[in-house]
């Protein structure tokens, strides 16, 4: 079977356009990275969770010493099990608000910078855009 000249031309124009599709969408992909612990330590509303914790602990920590002195030891064991549970609670709560946050401030800046993957900055030995501060400065 021999082809055309024109057969051959379409051909060529084909690959071409594939390979120019392939890669123009690779290089629209851009990569960012995320130091979660630099966002952990910096970001102001992650302190004000972390805020949130001290004071409920402190709040139930108070509370059970106060009560003390009028419980039984079996009593106090059994408060302080309860106080440790509702501690616990508590700081469920406030990281799912932590994670849900960061979550949708990632969604955010990986809309506005066109960027198909994001990363932690722990698991990059190079490259990708650092987005950390962008992410910290939303944050708020």
Not at 14 to 29: E, K, L, M, R, W
Request: hydrophobic share 35%; glycine share 6%.
């Amino acid at each position: 079977m021999k082809l055309s000249k024109k057969q051959i031309l379409l051909f060529l124009v084909a690959f071409v356009a594939v390979i120019f599709i392939s890669g123009c969408s690779s290089n629209t992909q851009n990569v960012g990275v995320l130091d979660v612990n630099k966002v952990m330590s910096d970001s102001p509303k992650i302190k004000q969770f972390q805020d949130q914790l001290n004071t409920k602990g402190k709040e139930l920590s108070d509370q059970l010493e106060k009560d003390k002195a009028s419980l039984s030891a079996e009593e106090f064991q059994k408060r302080q099990e309860t106080a440790y549970g509702e501690f616990l609670k508590t700081k469920q709560e406030l990281e799912g608000q932590i994670d849900s946050s960061i979550k949708q401030v990632l969604d955010q800046v990986a809309q506005e910078k066109k960027m198909g993957v994001i990363l932690y900055k722990n698991g990059v030995a190079q490259g990708g855009t650092d987005i950390t501060d962008e992410v910290i400065q939303k944050l708020q």
